[in-house]
C-alpha cells in the first residue's frame, strides 16, 4: 500500500477554477489509495432526510460475526472511522482468504435506533449499502415506535403499544409470562433485552421489505400465489435484541397482538370495510411474504374498528389485501441518436379513459435501452416522454414523445422513438504535464479520484456522484453538468477518508474541463 501526494491533485482540481493562481502550492498531505477488492462502503444517513442533525462521527460501531477479525479500514489498517458524510468504509484484509466472509456491523448513536447490518462477501466482490438511521424523537411521517428495555427474567405480561403520527391506526402487543426468547438457530437468549415494536402507515411503507409488488409470496394453502400490490391497513415489525446483539428469531409462547384499523380504509373492491368483514394477515419470513391467517374485524373496548390475533415470529407483518398486478408486461425499447447519457428523463403513463397519471417513469434514452413495466395494475394506458431529466429540469409543458395506447398486461415491445435534440456533454480531462524529457509515472498517479457535484441552492447534503477518473483512464464526459449552471463541486481519491478538494458555486460555462498537473514527483 503506498502514499499519494495529496499536492498534486489540489493543485489541479484548484486549476480547474482558477488557471492562473495556485493558493495550495507545496501543500503536501498524504493519504493511501483505497483496497478495491473486498471493500465495504455503508453510507449512514438520517431517515428523515429534512433533518439535519444527525452527526455520523458520533456513531459508535461494533463489528461482530465469525469473521470480523478480518476486518480493515478502506486503506488497510486498524484505524476505523467514520467520515464527515457518513461514509463508513471498511473491507476484509487482503491476507484474510476466507470466503464467504460474514460480519456484523452494529451502529450505535444517541437518540437513534441500532441499526444491526448483515454483510457476506463472497469471492472478492464489493459492497455499497446506504443505510437509514432512525431518530427516535423525529421518525419518518407515519411511522412510530415503542422501545423498551429489560431483563430476560423479567418478561412477565409486558405490553408494547403505540398509536401512529396520523392517530388513525393502532399497534399493541402483550406478551405472556415464561416466554422465552430464542435466536434462528434454537438458542434461548438471556441477559438484557430491548423490545421494538414499529408501525409503519401506508405513507411510510417504504422502510418495509418488499412492500409495493410483491413476488412469490405463499398463499394459507403454502402454494405461491401470483403476484400482487398490497392494499395496505397498516404494517408492523416486533423485534428483540440481547446486549450482545443477538436478534431474536422466535418466542416460546405465541404473544396476543391487536391493530386498530383507519375507519376510512377501503376494500380493492372499493366498499369501506366494516365489522365482521376479514382481512388477510401476513409474516414476512425468508424474504417472502407468508399469508397466515384472515382474522375478522371487531369494535374493540375503545368502539375502533380492530383485529386480534397472535405471533410467535419476530419479523415484519402486514395486515392487506392482494390487488392483482400483471405479472408480465410490455419492454420500452428506446431508438434515439444518443449513447453515453448519464441522465435519465422524466415519463408518465396516462390512463387512456380518463386522462389520469398512473405512473411515473425515469427513462434512460440511450440508443437500445430498455424498460420493463411488468408488475403494474392491469389498464390500458400510452406513454409521454419530456425533456426533463433527473438532474437540471426541463420542460414538462409538451412531451418529445407520445406511444399508442397498449395495455399494462401485454408481452410486447412499445418503441420509444426520441428526435428530440440532444442534451450537450460536459467533457473532463485530467492532463499531467512533465518537464522536457520526462514522461508520466503512472503508479505514482492516484488509483482513483471521485468527483461529486451538487447545485446551486440544492439541500446541504444533497451530493450526487458525477464520475471517477483514475489513472489509466483520466478522461470521460457526463451530461450531468448544464452550461451555464452553477455547481459546488468535490473530489476525492478515498472518499472514506472525506472529501478534502471543495470549490462552491462554479459557474460551468464552457463545454470542456482540463485539469493540469504540474509536479515532479508523477514523473519520471
Known sequence: MKYLGYSILLIFFVSLFDACNNPLENVSIKIKDALTESAINLTYKNAV?????????????????????????????K???????????????????????????????????????????????????????????????GMSVDLKKINANDIVEQTVSLTTNGQKEKASLVTNTG???????GTVLSGKFELLLSHFENKAREF???????????????????????????????????????EASNLSKPCSVSIEINEESYHTNGTKLKEGDSIPFWVYANNTWKMLANPVLKRNANGKLSITTSISSLS????????????????????????GLDIY????????????????????????????????????????????????????????????????????NIPINIVAPSPQPVNVELIIECAKGQTVNEQAVPAKVDIQFQPKGA?????????????????????????????????????????????????????????????KDYCK
Open 208 to 246: 418495509v421489505p418488499s412492500n409495493y409488488t410483491v413476488y412469490q409470496a405463499i398463499g394459507l394453502d403454502n402454494k405461491v400465489l401470483p403476484p400482487f400490490e398490497f392494499q395496505s391497513y397498516g404494517f408492523f415489525s416486533f423485534k428483540i435484541i440481547d446486549e450482545k446483539f443477538e
Open 79 to 141: 484505524k476505523i472511522n467514520i467520515s464527515r458524510e457518513g461514509l463508513l468504509g471498511i473491507a476484509i484484509a487482503p491476507d484474510y482468504t476466507k470466503r464467504p466472509a460474514n460480519i456484523k456491523v452494529v451502529a450505535q448513536l444517541e437518540g437513534y435506533l441500532t441499526d444491526i447490518n448483515l454483510v457476506t462477501i463472497q469471492a472478492k466482490t464489493n459492497i455499497n449499502r446506504t443505510i437509514r438511521m432512525f431518530k427516535i424523537n423525529n421518525l419518518p411521517s
Open 49 to 77: 432526510s429534512s433533518d439535519t442533525t444527525m452527526t455520523p462521527k458520533n456513531i459508535k460501531f461494533t463489528f461482530l460475526g465469525e469473521d470480523a477479525e478480518g476486518i480493515v479500514s478502506s486503506v488497510g489498517n
Open 345 to 412: 428523463h422524466y415519463s408518465r403513463l396516462i390512463e387512456k379513459s380518463s386522462g389520469k397519471n398512473v405512473g411515473d417513469v425515469y427513462l434512460s434514452l440511450n440508443n437500445g435501452a430498455r424498460y420493463s413495466l411488468a408488475g403494474r395494475r392491469k389498464n390500458t394506458v400510452y406513454l409521454q416522454v419530456f425533456n426533463y431529466n433527473n438532474q437540471y429540469g426541463g420542460d414538462l409543458s409538451k412531451p418529445i414523445f407520445q406511444s399508442e395506447t397498449f395495455d399494462l398486461c401485454d408481452e410486447k
Open 459 to 519: 439541500a446541504a447534503n444533497d451530493w450526487r456522484d458525477l464520475m471517477q477518473l483514475t489513472r489509466t483512464q483520466r478522461s470521460g464526459s457526463t451530461y450531468k453538468l448544464k452550461v451555464g449552471g452553477t455547481y459546488s463541486i468535490r473530489a476525492s481519491p478515498n472518499p472514506a477518508q472525506g472529501w478534502l478538494f471543495y470549490k462552491r458555486d462554479t459557474l460551468v460555462s464552457n463545454v470542456n474541463y482540463r485539469f493540469y498537473i504540474e509536479n
Open 179 to 185: 416466554t422465552n426468547v430464542i435466536d434462528k438457530s
Open 316 to 339: 415484519y407483518y402486514a395486515l392487506g389485501e392482494m390487488f392483482p398486478v400483471c405479472e408480465k408486461g410490455p419492454i420500452l425499447i428506446v431508438n434515439s441518436a444518443y449513447k
